[in-house]
Protein backbone atom coordinates (compact mmCIF):
# COMPACT_ATOMS: atom_id res chain seq x y z
CA UNK A 1 0.00 0.00 0.00
CA UNK A 2 1.65 3.21 -1.32
CA UNK A 3 -0.68 5.80 0.54
CA UNK A 4 0.12 8.29 2.68
CA UNK A 5 -2.29 6.96 5.26
CA UNK A 6 -0.82 6.10 9.03
CA UNK A 7 -0.21 2.60 9.37
CA UNK A 8 -3.08 1.75 11.49
CA UNK A 9 -5.23 3.38 8.74
CA UNK A 10 -3.31 0.85 6.57
CA UNK A 11 -4.40 -1.66 8.33
CA UNK A 12 -7.89 -1.03 9.64
CA UNK A 13 -8.98 -0.45 5.99
CA UNK A 14 -7.56 -4.04 5.10
CA UNK A 15 -9.67 -5.71 7.91
CA UNK A 16 -12.52 -3.86 6.92
CA UNK A 17 -11.75 -5.70 3.51
CA UNK A 18 -10.77 -9.12 5.88
CA UNK A 19 -7.58 -9.66 4.07
CA UNK A 20 -6.37 -12.65 5.67
CA UNK A 21 -2.44 -11.90 6.49
CA UNK A 22 -0.72 -8.07 6.38
CA UNK A 23 2.96 -8.28 6.61
CA UNK A 24 4.79 -4.72 7.39
CA UNK A 25 8.44 -4.88 6.38
CA UNK A 26 10.31 -2.42 7.52
CA UNK A 27 14.54 -1.72 7.09
CA UNK A 28 15.36 -3.70 10.33
CA UNK A 29 12.69 -7.31 8.67
CA UNK A 30 14.51 -6.44 5.30
CA UNK A 31 17.93 -6.77 6.80
CA UNK A 32 17.04 -9.74 8.91
CA UNK A 33 14.51 -11.25 6.26
CA UNK A 34 12.09 -11.94 9.04
CA UNK A 35 8.09 -11.10 9.21
CA UNK A 36 5.42 -10.61 11.89
CA UNK A 37 2.51 -11.43 10.34
CA UNK A 38 -1.20 -9.94 11.77
CA UNK A 39 -3.50 -12.55 10.76
CA UNK A 40 -7.12 -11.84 10.08
CA UNK A 41 -9.43 -13.30 12.40
CA UNK A 42 -13.58 -13.11 12.78
CA UNK A 43 -13.80 -11.34 16.19
CA UNK A 44 -9.68 -10.37 16.95
CA UNK A 45 -6.77 -9.45 14.63
CA UNK A 46 -3.79 -11.74 16.11
CA UNK A 47 -0.13 -10.83 15.49
CA UNK A 48 1.75 -13.56 14.89
CA UNK A 49 5.46 -14.11 16.59
CA UNK A 50 8.61 -13.13 14.04
CA UNK A 51 9.23 -15.55 12.09
CA UNK A 52 11.80 -16.22 9.39
CA UNK A 53 10.86 -15.27 5.67
CA UNK A 54 11.16 -18.42 4.55
CA UNK A 55 8.72 -19.97 7.45
CA UNK A 56 5.71 -17.86 6.65
CA UNK A 57 6.34 -18.65 2.94
CA UNK A 58 5.98 -22.54 3.70
CA UNK A 59 2.94 -21.25 6.33
CA UNK A 60 0.96 -20.02 3.00
CA UNK A 61 1.91 -22.87 1.06
CA UNK A 62 0.33 -25.35 3.52
CA UNK A 63 -2.71 -23.19 4.11
CA UNK A 64 -3.08 -22.97 0.17
CA UNK A 65 -3.22 -27.16 -0.43
CA UNK A 66 -7.02 -28.00 -0.58
CA UNK A 67 -8.62 -30.49 1.41
CA UNK A 68 -8.06 -34.00 0.12
CA UNK A 69 -11.94 -35.19 -0.80
CA UNK A 70 -13.07 -38.60 0.03
CA UNK A 71 -13.64 -40.95 -2.94
CA UNK A 72 -17.24 -41.35 -3.30
CA UNK A 73 -17.26 -43.86 -6.26
CA UNK A 74 -17.24 -46.58 -3.94
Not at 11 to 32: H, M, N, S
Not at 33 to 48: G, H, S
Amino acid sequence: DLSSDKLGAKKRTQILQRVPYIVVVGDREAEERTVAPWRYATRANLQEKAMPLEDFAEHLLAEAVPPKLKDLSS
